[in-house]
């Protein structure tokens, strides 16, 4: 993709980034000597298995909580705009979608519409939250963190309990919000079959960072196989397709030629 | 004011009235938040009030307010820390300080208190002072929740995306949780404690029957607390029945009729 190539490499000023940060809770270590950082433009998307650290992680860069070696970065007057990993709402509380953008800061109708039109969720301003599907859902969080109008988007597994075919609509609609905002993006994702097309560079995450890099290159080292096992190599690329070709606006697939080819594809192994 | 002190009658509502209209909206956060046992926990905490104000010597409603106020800080800190659900640390905290309160009064047998005043109260007896406390205490309860209204409100929708977005969580809850302590120990001397949790209950869940966002919700539970206590309060004295459970029965008829509404609306939009 070569927006991803060219965007980024020009524009890309530091958002944030942890430098050699060790955390634990108690005695118990859950992050070692992480380096990360995310630029303008970028997405990051952060991979790894359950109790890897990864809203740790979040935490960490959300400045929600302190290293206890190394240290934190954030660009002064950083906007970030959260989507958490799931929401579910108790019947008791009435509480209809307008309401929810509304909180805590009461938003114009004009913005509501053009952020809710932005994540294609016009039709569910007022719809009470508890009715809403995953894939509605996530929108509509989407919708709300882009309110806030984020230099960088933070998103927790937004894959979670959105079905097969809205997964892909929501893949691409963060990329789309990437390309128009220009935002940083880091994605986390517990299913490593999983990784956006559009992503700059995959971070394989286990209590220190395995190993990153470009998605294919990432597929191919050898500390992400050992994690993973042999076959995710193949299930990492369950995406990847996009990555090779490019979609006219009917969706009709391009010429090959206009693949954009991985250049520096040797992941950097570090742990 | 001169009504006020011949009329016992007319007293009992505009307290009635006054309680309603903050149990309310509190009351509202107490269900979303999953705090329904709450009020009963620190009605059973004030027994060790009453028994530590003995104990220290100190005035007993000073006693109350203050043994229920560090139990409310301690529910807080415990939920963060014990990875316990919160109607269990609730539980506990509610037998655990009953039982303490009971033992510690043993000790004083010359003693006795009227525990009966204290659970039930009497809203009848019911002084221009304590109107004065339950207006006044009332009216800044209110204002304190208006404050944090929003925050609370996210925090209880998804406190993780509250304290990422910059909300300090713990000092919005703590700040909540205070607020009905404060209420429920000022309230209990006067209407008891029997009708000041049924209420901040009642009231809230029969408005979630009709309401369509969570303050028509809030302004719906005192209305029709407001509306118990009226009914309850003139029931009582039509069939000469006791009048904090009166208020309660009515409180919980017209919980029935909101049910029935609410049933009612939802086959008519479908």
Known sequence: MSDGANGVEAAGSLLAALAGVSFSYGRRSVLEKIDLDVHEGEIVTLIGPNGAGKSTLLKLILGLLEPDIGSAYRRRGLKVGYVPQRLQVDPILPLAARRFLCLPERQSEDRLNACLGEVGASDLLDRPLQDLSGGEMQRLLLARALLRDPDLLILDEPLQGVDIGGQLGLFQLIERVRTTRGCGVILVSHDLHVVLAGTDRVVCLNKHVCCSGKPESVSRNPAYLSLFGPESAEGLALYQHHHDHRHDLAGTPLPESSADVDKDGEGRPVG | ?270
């Open chain 2, 1 to 270: 004011m001169e009504i006020f002190s011949e009329n016992f009658l007319l007293r009992a509502v505009v307290a009635g009235l006054g309680v309603a209209a903050v149990t309310g909206p509190l009351g509202c956060f107490m269900v979303w938040r999953r705090l329904a046992y709450f009020g009963d926990s620190l009605a059973h905490s004030a027994l060790l009030g009453v028994a530590l104000g003995i104990l220290l010597g100190i005035d007993l409603t000073l006693g109350i307010l203050v043994t229920v106020l560090t139990l409310a800080t301690l529910l807080v800190l415990l939920q963060d820390r014990s990875r316990l659900a919160s109607d269990t640390l609730l539980g506990m905290m509610s037998h655990g300080s009953l039982a303490i309160g009971l033992v510690v009064l043993s000790f004083f047998q010359s003693v006795r208190i009227d525990l009966m005043g204290y659970l039930f109260g009497d809203i009848l007896a019911v002084s221009p002072p304590d109107i004065a406390w339950i207006l006044g205490g009332g009216l800044v309860a209110l204002l304190l929740l208006a404050r944090i209204w929003q925050a609370l409100l996210l925090i209880t929708v998804h406190e993780g995306l509250a304290q990422a977005e910059g909300i300090s969580v713990k000092r919005i809850r703590l700040t909540y949780v205070l607020l009905v302590a404060l209420v429920v120990a000022l309230g209990m001397k006067v209407v008891g404690i029997l009708l000041m949790t049924a209420l901040l209950i009642v009231p809230a869940a029969a408005a979630r029957q009709i309401a369509r966002s969570p303050e028509s919700m809030a302004l719906l539970a005192a209305l029709i607390g407001g509306i118990a206590v009226t009914a309850g309060l003139g029931g009582s004295l039509t069939w000469d029945t006791p009048a904090g459970p009166s208020v309660v029965v009515a409180a919980l008829l017209l919980f029935v009729v909101c049910l029935a509404i609410g049933q009612w609306q939802s086959v008519e939009r479908r």
